[in-house]
């Protein structure tokens, strides 16, 4: 189980819900704007949200891939929504 999603495995389907995607992004965005008139703490502070949340979505990333190459997959919600997150259904064959 990851930072910023949530994987649900059942005997037909993987569900893979991104639970804090645009919490983190409204985050870094105010991390940059608040870098800019405090100092470059914030900038680096920045940087390794940005890398931790890389290495975090690469897992379900690879996974959704390999799915969509099968087309064995399904995608409800939005990426800018706090209340109707994305949300991926992955179905076993």
């Given at each position: 189980m990851g930072l910023f999603y949530r994987r649900i495995e059942t005997g037909n389907e993987i569900t893979i819900i991104y639970k804090y995607n645009v919490h983190f992004w409204v985050a870094f965005v105010v991390l940059i704007l608040l870098g800019g008139f405090v100092n470059l703490l914030f900038y680096f502070v920045a940087a390794v949200a940005v890398i931790v949340y890389m290495i975090d979505l690469m897992?379900?990333?690879?996974?959704?891939?390999?799915?969509?190459?099968?087309?064995?997959?399904?995608?409800?919600?939005s990426k800018y929504?706090?209340?109707?997150?994305?949300?991926?259904?992955?179905?076993?064959?």
């Open positions: 897992k379900p990333s690879g996974e959704i891939k390999k799915a969509m190459k099968k087309g064995a997959v399904q995608m409800s919600g929504s706090f209340s109707n997150p994305t949300k991926i259904v992955i179905k076993k064959n």
